[in-house]
C-alpha cells in the first residue's frame, strides 16, 4: 500500500511539473510574438452614403467602429458625409471597417463609397 502511494505521489508530481514548464513556455512564446507584432497604424478616410442626422447616424456608426478591436480613433463627420479612422493593420484592414459600417442597421442603411488610406508610421 505505501508502495502505490509513494509512486502516486511521484507521477502526481511528474505530471504537475511537466503541466507547469509547457504553460510557461507558452506563455515565453506568446509574449516574444506580440513584442514582435508592433502596431503598424494606418489611417483612412471613407465615404459614407445613408446617413440622415448627426446624432442618431453618425454617433452610431462611430461608436460601433471605435468598439472594434484594432481601431484606435473612430470619427464620422455628417456634414462631410465621411469617416475618418486610425486602426492597427495587425488586427484589421480599411475593407473590413468598410465591411463593418455596411452591416450596421442589418446591412440597409449605410454604404461605404471610396476609400483613402494613409500611413501614420
Known amino acids: 500500500m505505501k508502495t502505490y502511494s509513494l509512486l502516486f505521489a511521484c507521477?502526481?508530481?511528474f505530471t504537475l511539473f511537466i503541466s507547469c514548464k509547457n504553460s510557461a513556455e507558452t506563455a515565453k512564446k506568446e509574449i516574444s510574438e506580440n513584442v514582435q507584432k508592433q502596431a503598424v497604424l494606418k489611417k483612412v478616410t471613407l465615404g459614407i452614403e445613408g446617413m440622415t442626422c448627426q446624432i442618431g447616424c453618425a454617433k452610431t456608426i462611430e461608436s460601433k467602429i471605435s468598439?472594434?478591436?484594432g481601431v484606435t480613433s473612430?470619427?464620422?463627420?455628417f456634414e462631410d458625409n465621411r469617416g475618418e479612422?486610425?486602426?492597427d493593420t495587425n488586427q484589421i484592414s480599411a475593407e473590413e471597417i468598410s465591411e463593418k459600417i455596411s452591416t450596421i442597421g442589418n446591412g440597409s442603411l449605410y454604404s461605404v463609397t471610396?476609400?483613402?488610406e494613409i500611413d501614420l508610421n
Not at 473612430?74 to 463627420?77: D, E, G, N
Open 11 to 13: 507521477m502526481l508530481s
Open 67 to 69: 468598439k472594434t478591436a
Open 74 to 77: 473612430a470619427k464620422v463627420l
Open 85 to 87: 479612422f486610425v486602426f
Open 114 to 116: 471610396e476609400i483613402k
